[in-house]
């Protein structure tokens, strides 16, 4: 046996390519389906049918490469320079289950994040030949193209009759539900393609793939989304440097024509964006993207301003939680929490603006947030692993079979792409965007690896031929020990593998299920058929007792009801799970109506810090500061009207409990101010007449009081 019989590539290829094919017919499936999936009976009809598809679809891949190790008798695994980081990766995610500041979604969360890395190793390890890359690249464009055309007619305004809701640059979201999510999807399959239009040699295939880039740039354009713009540009230009390492001095005799007639595309376009005229004017799309791109509208757009405060206030949770984090998937869990601290800083609330952030639209932040300094460097350590793999190969590849490299080139890009646009938004939590993304990093290895075989060559020399015949000795012995366990129990672990599918599949989908379920819950409040809702919400809590906004809603329905023991206890758990602008605000009532003053208190305050208008932060101030007066905490009262009166000053109420406040100090000068304030603002009211009543019980005691001689 020689050295390249025991590689492991070379390993009953033709016995287990069936099991190959297979797991290359799902990956299509994967690329194919994960774009274009919804399912409308949901809240949210695009996102979880996206993700429950693709951790399925890794899952029956997984599955059939288990198959595939059972079937050969011995487990064996592709070395690459990636796997160590890879797992790293995977370890960092589980184990952050354990500090989680919430367990329950880092559970959920989960399942996103390690199919990329499972997908990865069973690319790897199983895909065997370029003839099957290129089967899973011509899904991947044609699938992008196909959705590119979509978008440009959603632009003209040619759309089925149920998205025609949507208006502007936001009618643009292909079957992604969102503008922001169509882009950072189409960045990946566009800039794959650019560099194979220079490679390949077919006419028709270069028809068709230019085609397909037309498509797919232009939707693009009609996005308007600056980050991805950004990411493409940055990924054309990586890629360019990339063709130049690759063929040195010959790039520009091979391509000048085609880098002059780029040049002049790129001038003409300038021309035509600068110079005023027809295509330019007002309300047409050029003018929409000079706009958009403009110094102007980058410096003073308010969706940039709303960015930085998140990104401060994700340095916060950071600060926090440094080296480990607060747990995958964890960021929308205390998200608003850091925001109300960040707003109760300087001057901060009146100059950024409000919102509830799920992420932090910037991927290496909130890796930091959640797996810490050291699940942000192991993922970095990937990115920086796969960059100098492919560099190397870049490096010695001297056979000018373009379409190879340039194929690797367009992998290299489009990761690149992904990794740009991580800055300004959240692909890594996109299901079609990262599941191409882990896709062309295990593409571009099994470029590579099949390259590296198919090209090894043995050393004749005698020394190395007899080391090389004791390692197959040793592998053949160590193979056939395997072999014979795992064939003395190969029913019994395909049994397993099918069993341990089905159930973890079966956990994979309670949580559509429930999302199901809570989707028919709305539909029966918005009938006003509360009874069918709470039965809907109660089946949502069976599928998925980890749904946060299932138990906010039973509590809100049971608390109209007037069972406010029952729904604090659905509030109090749906705190456990989620976090609402008004979840403190209900349960400080709640607490209220219980004679819970305790408990009642840090909920308004928390409440306060949460709401969005000031104006909505003055009732809230003032019923703080008589929870504080029932409590005698006298000076903490005196804020908290004190904060009322600044938002609004002619609040009768806040003037009134102010002055009890500053009696009960006795600070009566200031009191008489504020008593007079109250007859002055509201003469007739209930709070005139309890402050005449205050003002005549001064004077009495004032007479009661001794004189001074």
């Known amino acids: 046996m020689t050295l390249?019989?025991?590689?492991?590539?070379n390993v009953n290829i033709q016995k287990n390519n069936f099991?190959?094919?297979?797991?290359?017919?799902?990956?299509?499936?994967?690329?194919?389906?994960?774009?274009?999936?919804?399912?409308?009976?949901?809240?949210?009809?695009?996102?979880?049918?996206?993700?429950?598809?693709?951790?399925?679809?890794?899952?029956?891949?997984?599955?059939?490469?288990?198959?595939r190790l059972t079937d050969e008798g011995k487990l064996q695994f592709i070395t690459t320079p990636l796997n160590l980081p890879v797992l790293g990766f995977i370890l960092i995610c589980i184990l952050s289950l354990l500090w989680?500041?919430?367990?329950?979604?880092?559970?959920?969360?989960?399942?996103?994040?390690?199919?990329?890395?499972?997908?990865?190793?069973?690319?790897?390890?199983?895909?065997?030949?370029?003839?099957?890359?290129?089967?899973?690249?011509?899904?991947?464009?044609?699938?992008?193209?196909?959705?590119?055309?979509?978008?440009?007619?959603?632009?003209?305004?040619?759309?089925?009759?149920?998205?025609?809701?949507?208006?502007?640059?936001?009618?643009?979201?292909?079957?992604?539900?969102?503008?922001?999510?169509?882009?950072?999807?189409?960045?990946?399959?566009?800039?794959?393609?650019?560099?194979?239009?220079?490679a390949v040699r077919k006419k028709l295939v270069k028809i068709l793939l230019l085609i397909g880039i037309m498509a797919m740039g232009t939707a693009l354009l009609l996005t308007f989304t600056r980050g991805s713009y950004l990411g493409f540009a940055i990924a054309l230009i990586f890629m360019f440097f990339l063709l130049l390492l690759w063929e040195g001095k010959y790039f520009f005799k091979k391509y000048r024509k085609i880098v002059l007639y780029f040049l002049l595309i790129v001038v003409a376009i300038a021309l035509i964006v600068i110079i005023p005229n027809p295509l330019n004017e007002k309300g047409t799309a050029?003018?929409?993207?000079?706009?958009?791109?403009?110094?102007?509208?980058?410096?003073?757009d308010s969706s940039i301003a709303r960015r930085i405060a998140i990104w401060k206030f994700t340095g916060l949770m950071i600060k926090d939680n440094p080296a480990l984090g607060s747990g995958l998937g964890t960021y929308p869990y205390h998200s608003l929490r850091y925001q109300a601290q960040f707003f109760a800083q300087a001057d901060n609330r009146s100059i950024y603006p409000y919102g509830i952030a799920a992420q932090a639209h910037n991927e290496y932040l909130q890796l930091w947030a959640e797996l810490g300094i050291i699940g942000l460097l192991i993922f970095l350590w990937i990115v920086a692993r796969y960059y100098k793999y492919a560099f190397a190969y870049l490096k010695r590849e001297k056979e000018k079979q373009k379409q190879i490299p340039a194929m690797v080139i367009g992998l290299m890009g489009g990761v690149?792409?992904?990794?740009?646009?991580?800055?300004?938004?959240?692909?890594?939590?996109?299901?079609?965007?990262?599941?191409?993304?882990?896709?062309?990093?295990?593409?571009?290895?099994?470029?590579?690896?099949?390259?590296?075989y198919d090209k090894t060559k043995i050393r004749s020399d005698l020394s190395g031929k007899q080391k090389k015949d004791n390692t197959a000795k040793k592998y053949k012995e160590n193979a056939a020990k395997k072999k014979n366990l795992l064939v003395k129990f190969k029913y019994l672990i395909y049994l397993t593998i099918i069993v341990a599918t089905v159930l973890v599949g079966f956990m994979l989908i309670r949580p559509l299920v429930a999302e199901v379920h809570e989707f028919y819950a709305?539909?029966?409040?918005?009938?006003?058929?509360?009874?069918?809702?709470?039965?809907?919400?109660?089946?949502?809590?069976?599928?998925?007792?980890?749904?946060?906004?299932?138990?906010?809603?039973?509590?809100?329905?049971?608390?109209?009801?007037?069972?406010?023991?029952?729904?604090?206890?659905?509030?109090?758990?749906?705190?456990?799970?989620?976090?609402?602008?008004?979840?403190?605000?209900?349960?400080?009532?709640?607490?209220?109506?219980?004679?819970?003053?305790?408990?009642?208190?840090?909920?308004?305050?928390?409440?306060?810090?949460?709401?969005?208008?000031?104006k909505d932060r003055a009732p809230l101030y003032s019923d703080l500061g008589k929870l504080y007066l029932q409590s005698r905490k006298y000076s903490d009262a005196e804020v908290a009207f004190r904060n009322a009166l600044k938002i609004d000053n002619k609040k009768v109420d806040s003037h009134l409990g102010l002055a009890v406040a500053l009696l009960n100090q006795n600070k009566k000068e200031e009191a008489l101010k504020e008593l007079d304030k109250v007859i002055e603002l509201a003469p007739d009211s209930q709070e005139a007449e309890q402050a005449r009543d205050l003002l005549q019980q001064i004077a009495r005691e004032r007479l009661k009081a001794p004189v001074m001689k």
């Not at 882990?438 to 099994?446: M, N, Y």
């Open 100 to 198: 989680s500041v919430s367990p329950s979604q880092s559970l959920l969360e989960l399942p996103l994040f390690l199919a990329g890395l499972v997908l990865f190793f069973v690319l790897v390890n199983n895909i065997e030949s370029q003839e099957q890359v290129h089967h899973i690249l011509a899904a991947v464009l044609i699938v992008g193209s196909v959705l590119g055309i979509y978008g440009i007619l959603q632009y003209l305004g040619i759309d089925f009759a149920f998205w025609k809701a949507n208006i502007g640059r936001n009618q643009v979201f292909g079957l992604f539900g969102n503008v922001n999510y169509f882009a950072e999807y189409l960045i990946i399959p566009l800039t794959v393609a650019v560099p194979l239009l220079f």
């Open 416 to 452: 690149m792409a992904v990794l740009v646009d991580a800055l300004f938004g959240f692909p890594l939590h996109l299901p079609a965007s990262v599941s191409l993304f882990w896709l062309a990093i295990a593409l571009t290895v099994v470029v590579i690896e099949r390259e590296s």
């Open 522 to 614: 709305l539909q029966n409040i918005e009938r006003e058929d509360f009874d069918r809702a709470i039965k809907h919400y109660e089946e949502t809590l069976k599928w998925n007792p980890y749904s946060g906004m299932a138990y906010f809603n039973l509590g809100q329905i049971l608390a109209q009801r007037g069972l406010n023991t029952v729904a604090i206890e659905y509030f109090e758990k749906a705190a456990k799970f989620m976090d609402h602008p008004d979840l403190p605000e209900n349960l400080a009532y709640l607490y209220i109506r219980k004679g819970m003053l305790a408990e009642a208190i840090p909920k308004l305050e928390q409440a306060i810090l949460y709401q969005e208008k000031e």
């Open 286 to 300: 050029i003018y929409k993207i000079k706009e958009r791109t403009s110094l102007t509208r980058l410096t003073q």
């Open 19 to 67: 099991y190959s094919r297979a797991i290359e017919i799902t990956t299509i499936i994967l690329t194919v389906l994960i774009p274009v999936m919804f399912y409308p009976y949901l809240i949210r009809i695009f996102n979880p049918p996206k993700e429950l598809l693709y951790e399925l679809l890794v899952l029956i891949c997984l599955a059939l490469w288990g198959f």
């Open 4 to 9: 390249e019989n025991i590689n492991p590539r």
